[in-house]
């Protein structure tokens, strides 16, 4: 979790208790991950909102799956990552949502830490924010996303969601997401 404060919170979570929305971004992230990430071995989720997304998508693609946490267990074993995977197996990450990044660099790190050749990140939703993308370049991981924030805003106004005077409100939050000035505008 980044700590980001946000106009638009997206709890891909909810998904879960929908069965064709669950299915359709199952579907959806076999094909980012069969189209960007060709030979991809084992899919990684994150733990914990990229486990269930991990399962399904490693389910269709009939490859072994493992989750990760940002940092090791405390107690027990002390794993960071759970499930099996070996040196120089081509890894996919699947994660829920992309903010800053930060939270699945550290799995990335961790499975190449232990040997893995990661070969991306595939996640539900990105906002599309400038520190991510500069973040992914530096550590030269490729990343792709079923949607986006701006994808997510237009259609929002499209179906009358948010009121047009709401659109620069949120273009503004995400030119510097740091700034809250979004929520003192807004009485938040």
Not at 15 to 21: A, D, I
Not at 65 to 71: E, G, H
Not at 144 to 154: A, G, M, N, P, Q
Request: charge should be negative; charged fraction near 20%; include cysteine.
């Amino acid at each position: 979790a980044s700590g980001i404060k946000s106009p638009i919170y997206c709890d891909n979570r909810l998904t879960l208790s929908y069965p064709e929305v669950r299915h359709d971004i199952a579907e959806g992230l076999k094909e980012l991950i069969l189209t960007h990430f060709e030979g991809a071995e084992v899919i990684a989720g994150t733990a914990t909102a990229g486990i269930p997304h991990a399962a399904l998508a490693a389910d269709r693609l009939n490859v072994p799956m493992c989750y990760v946490r940002s940092k090791p267990k405390a107690h027990g074993k002390g794993n960071q990552i759970e499930g099996a995977v070996s040196k120089g197996q081509k890894v996919v990450v699947v994660e829920d949502l992309i903010s800053t990044g930060g939270s699945v660099l550290e799995v990335v790190a961790a499975l190449q830490e232990a040997g893995c050749d990661v070969l991306g990140v595939a996640a539900i939703f990105t906002y599309g924010l400038p520190k991510a993308a500069a973040a992914f370049q530096e550590k030269n991981i490729p990343y792709v996303t079923l949607t986006d924030y701006d994808t997510l805003t237009d259609v929002a106004l499209e179906l009358k969601a948010i009121e047009p005077s709401a659109m620069n409100k949120l273009k503004r939050w995400r030119q510097d997401p740091s700034s809250e000035s979004w929520m003192e505008e807004n009485g938040l």
